[in-house]
């Protein structure tokens, strides 16, 4: 069954709980605009940051948690490629977990990476999970969950 995540406020419906109509419709809890389709249930933790890019990686939307743990400002990020404004790096991946999922359509889950929050020098770890769109427009949903060593 498919779930619709916001990816403003990481809200979840799964597909029977969405009222069949012409439009599609945005999300119930905020009234966000658009829900991310996907293939699996899938939960956002308290700081995982929800950022939605189009086919060309440009950002579309940076939600859930995106602000604390990125460093961006609200809409800062929009339009910018999702790649270099997170600084994403995959230190032990023997392909692009990106271009993985943008030309094959599939999901890569808790890939390691470092990413750079805005304004600083260093990058931190973390995992991401990389979803692929199932809509014409294509694009990708990163949810990006920075690890505390410890
Ligand atoms: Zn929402």
Do not use: N
């Not at 599939?106 to 390691?112: K, L, S, W």
């Not at 470092?114 to 020098?121: D, E």
Request: charged share 25%; with cysteine; aromatic share 8%.
């Amino acid at each position: 069954m498919a779930v619709f995540l916001c990816p403003h406020c990481a809200h979840r419906e799964v597909g029977s709980e969405r009222t069949e109509g012409h439009q599609p419709r945005g999300c119930a809890k905020c009234g966000f605009g658009f829900l991310f389709e996907m293939m699996d249930d899938y939960y956002a933790g308290p700081l995982t940051a929800l950022v939605c890019c189009d086919r060309q990686l440009r950002v579309l939307a940076a939600g859930h948690a995106a602000m604390p743990v990125t460093g961006w400002p609200e809409g800062g990020m929009i339009g910018q490629d999702v790649v270099e404004a997170l600084h994403l790096r995959f230190p032990s991946a023997a392909d692009d977990p990106v271009a993985k999922v943008m030309e094959w359509g599939v999901r890569v889950q808790g890939e390691p990476c470092t990413f750079r929050p805005r304004g600083m020098v260093e990058d931190r770890d973390a995992v991401v999970d990389l979803f692929p769109a199932y809509d014409d427009d294509g694009g990708m949903l990163v949810a990006l969950t920075p690890v505390t060593k410890g």
